[in-house]
């Protein structure tokens, strides 16, 4: 088995390279004065193990022409840590893509698997025309939440969507767990409805999927303040940080933050690495 990277998700694939005992391919990229994306990489396995995040177009160009690179690979499984455009899962409004599914299709193309991570929408995998499948880190945060040494710990999902997540945390960690209610004013502004917690002289750590501008965690830390919480942590799988999401958060109180290396940045404390690494090996 071999695996081959984009640009976005190097770390991660010398991670997993290490844990799967194989070889990591070196891969050029360049862009041509017109901006196109040039790339050339090295002989594939007929196991091959395609890696890379969709944070943004090039991002996704370079998927593509990483698996039409590898047309001799006999198998391919494309890992997406983080998939970007998988929260338009459908179409809102009329005029607009399902751009998941375009995705989803476009990724297909002699690809015998897909893993992803803590997918945002499940509903997507089943857009990909092979079998595709989401892995969950929630036992790694649990993981890292115990050795983080807080006291009277109390995990909290900050909408309805991240209770289940939450939930699966709280169990690896043996804490407490409780869930907010958000409502989404715009894409980056959120209210988040207020509710009486017993966070009084507790350490509460704010776990999500994604966070994106930081404008959900904020505005929650915000609430757990003004109630009385000892200090007020985030964790996510997918930290994008968007707009300044990154100084928000700590502006905003938080005292730590903390990703996995889907997205990698200074913030990623955990990997995702064992997890692909054993789905890999036993599906
Ligand atoms: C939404 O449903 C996701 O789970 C996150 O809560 C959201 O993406 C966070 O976005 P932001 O950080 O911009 O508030």
Do not use: W
Not at 25 to 45: S, W
Not at 155 to 168: E, K, M, R, W, Y
């Amino acid at each position: 088995m071999k695996i081959i990277s984009t640009e976005y998700s190097q770390v991660l694939a010398s991670r997993l390279a290490e844990e799967l005992q194989c070889e990591l391919i070196y891969t050029e990229y360049k862009h041509f004065p017109d901006n196109e994306i040039y790339l050339k990489t090295g002989m594939p396995d007929a196991d091959t193990v395609i890696i890379g995040s969709i944070v943004d177009n090039d991002s996704f160009v370079q998927l593509l022409l990483l698996i039409d690179a590898c047309e001799e690979a006999e198998n391919i499984t494309l890992v997406l840590p983080y998939m970007g455009y998988a929260r338009q899962d459908k179409k809102f409004n009329p005029g607009e893509p399902i751009s998941g599914r375009a995705i989803a299709k476009a990724l297909s193309r002699n690809v015998k698997k897909v893993i992803a991570v803590n997918i945002h929408e499940e509903h997507v995998l089943s857009f990909f025309d092979c079998p595709a499948t989401s892995v969950s880190l929630a036992s790694t945060i649990g993981t890292y939440v115990r050795e983080m040494d807080l006291s009277h710990t109390l995990i909290l999902g900050p909408d309805v969507g991240a209770a289940n997540f939450s939930q699966d945390v709280a169990n690896a960690c043996g804490s407490a767990c409780d869930h907010l209610q958000k409502v989404r004013l715009s894409g980056v502004e959120v209210k988040i409805q207020p509710k009486n917690l017993d966070v009084r002289g507790r350490d509460v750590v704010i776990v999500d999927d994604i966070i994106s501008t930081g404008g959900t965690l904020a505005t929650a830390a915000g609430m757990l303040h003004e109630q009385g919480a000892t200090s007020v942590h985030a964790i996510c799988v997918h930290g994008i940080f968007a707009s300044g999401g990154y100084a928000r958060l700590l502006s905003g109180g938080i005292q730590s933050v903390a990703s996995s290396d889907t997205i990698e940045s200074a913030a990623s404390k955990f990997s995702a690495a064992r997890l692909i690494a054993q789905e890999i090996l036993h599906s």
